[in-house]
């Protein structure tokens, strides 16, 4: 992401709940990779967040793939690979719920600190204050939003991408069990 910087504290923001209540009005799932439709559609039933922009990663690694192509990677390939990256980006709420949720989002790096990364976007954060990014990128990539790699690597990243996700599907389903027992 070619903003990305550090993640940056929760703000007083007073437009949180009519830009959530705008931005769950045009959530098109029809426009999200199919991999992560029911995560997204998960994550807008949490009232301490919203979703900005979603990928679930794409690789292309031969002439005249389509870009947003969700095959996994042959297990055998001669040549670099172009990685699209994984990444979610979320508003939070300036609340107890929100700055517990930015708290576990910032374990999610943890899985592979060098190809995982937590933080803020200036260009999401200039539309929506406390805006984070979690990304699935070769670290000395981090600010570019696709990255050519050697094929092992590539294989690499889609595994941790792949554990990225359940992870993040892990922490949403933990935090809608504790929505539901309010």
Request: proline share 7%; glycine share 6%; aromatic share 10%.
């Amino acid at each position: 992401m070619k903003t990305f910087t550090e993640p940056r504290e929760l703000v007083e923001d007073p437009r949180y709940t009519q830009n959530r209540r705008e931005a769950l009005k045009v959530l098109d799932l029809g426009v999200i990779d199919p991999p992560i439709v029911k995560l997204i559609e998960g994550f807008s039933l949490l009232p301490q967040c919203f979703t900005l922009q979603s990928c679930y990663g794409h690789f292309l690694y031969a002439p005249g793939q389509d870009p947003h192509n969700l095959e996994r990677l042959p297990s055998i390939h001669e040549g670099p690979v172009t990685y699209r990256i994984a990444y979610i980006a979320l508003c939070l709420e300036n609340s107890p719920r929100g700055g517990s949720l930015r708290e576990s989002l910032e374990h999610i790096p943890a899985i592979d600190p060098g190809y995982v990364q937590f933080g803020s976007a200036r260009w999401f954060w200039a539309r929506h204050r406390n805006t984070y990014a979690l990304q699935v990128e070769p670290s000395r990539f981090m600010t570019e939003d696709e990255a050519i790699v050697e094929h092992a690597e590539a294989l690499h990243i889609e595994q941790v991408r792949d554990i990225f996700f359940i992870k993040l599907g892990e922490l949403l389903e933990r935090d809608l069990g504790e929505l539901r027992r309010e």
